[in-house]
């Protein structure tokens, strides 16, 4: 049906742009500079969601304001600062993602009623702030994108809540979808394995392991329902078929654990340390888990896990590039959205 012209309305009618398709990344969030407070601001925010930390409320918050948020961002703006974009002023994140979102809009460039943007969960640019933005320049059915190929809930649902808790405020609701998990999707599966092998032709070993290494969840969230686990080693499996390894060329981990909980295993750093100590010398990291390098890829493991590797007498080490704006990276992706906007372009 032809949407009625502005002769049409009555006078008092206010403007309302509409009948454009919006597509929203999300990715997980940064501090917007490496100060203390800064840094405690975000942390505040990620570690107060309760899809992040399900311990009760009245345990959790007095330890996470007391104690979390008194030495964490200190140590934490030191690692930030130490990997910041100091061009543009910002996290590497925040930096790939932008780009992310202006590959994705270049490759859908021929249809003018697509309009492409990018937010974080936690920080800014928020999903509240994008979604208004894409409504007032005509979007009325908007695509989310998390950009995590494994579901948990700890990431593509708290960025589904967001996005409806936006939802809630608007008198008109735009339609909405959320893309599904592509853990094994075969673009994404296709993206990765190039990734590795161009990362392994740029260096000057041949790695004896490739180690895959998934950002960790305590155990306790598997046993609950969580099928991130399931994912991750789905997209492990895929990936090292693709490559063509063996289980002893190739070892799936879990890093970045917090506090005394069990997590996920095996666990990256312990991993490294007992390979160089049964007398593999070289090694590479990939971490299929994140589409976008940030404190965890950058720091966490090619500094902190290097460290570990090299402490139990390895001597070569080397971490692999995330699939980032990429040409890899961006097909990965594109076919994510481009699948899921059928029957609405």
């Known amino acids: 049906m ?3 012209t502005s002769a049409q309305r009555p006078a ?3 403007a309302a742009a509409s009948g454009r398709v919006g597509v929203l990344l999300i990715n997980l969030g940064t501090p917007d500079a490496t100060d203390y407070w800064s840094v405690r601001r975000y942390l ?3 570690l107060s969601d309760k899809r992040v930390i399900e311990l009760p409320r009245f345990v959790w918050l007095p330890i996470l304001n007391l104690f979390v948020l008194t030495a964490r961002p200190g140590r934490k703006g030191e690692e930030y600062a130490a990997i910041w974009n100091k061009e543009r002023d910002e996290s590497p994140l925040r930096t790939i993602t932008r780009a992310q979102a202006e590959g994705i809009a270049k490759r859908l460039g021929g249809d003018d009623k697509i309009v492409v943007d990018w937010a974080m969960r936690y920080g800014t640019p928020s999903i509240g702030e994008r979604l208004t933005a894409l409504q007032a320049r005509g979007c009325d059915r908007v695509l989310i994108a998390p950009l995590y190929p494994q579901y948990s809930a700890t990431t593509t ?4 809540d967001k996005a409806f808790e936006a939802l809630a405020r608007m008198r008109w609701q735009p339609s909405l979808r959320v893309a599904p998990p592509w853990h094994d999707d075969r673009a994404y599966i296709k993206a990765l394995a190039n990734s590795v092998r161009d990362g392994i032709a740029g260096l000057d070993f041949e790695p004896e392991v490739l180690v895959a290494s998934f950002h960790g969840v305590p155990k306790s969230y598997l046993i609950k329902g969580d099928p991130y686990y399931c994912h991750c080693v789905k997209t492990a499996r895929l990936l090292r078929d693709e490559l063509g390894l063996d289980d002893a060329r190739f070892k799936l981990t879990f890093q970045s654990r917090f506090g005394a909980a069990e997590w996920l295993k095996p666990y990256t750093d312990e991993t490294v340390t007992a390979l160089a ?13 994140f589409v976008a390098d940030c404190l965890e890829t950058i720091e966490e493991i090619g500094v902190g896990t290097a460290k570990y590797f090299k402490a139990a007498g390895g001597e070569k080490f080397a971490r692999i590039d995330c699939l980032n704006d990429s040409p890899n990276g961006i097909d990965a992706i594109e076919a994510v959205v481009r699948r899921e906007l059928m029957g609405w372009v």
């Open 157 to 160: 649902a708290t960025a589904c």
């Open 12 to 14: 008092d009618h206010p």
């Open 44 to 46: 505040k925010e990620f």
């Open 277 to 289: 100590a049964s007398g593999v010398r070289k090694i590479a990291v990939v971490t299929p888990g």
């Open 2 to 4: 032809a949407q009625p």
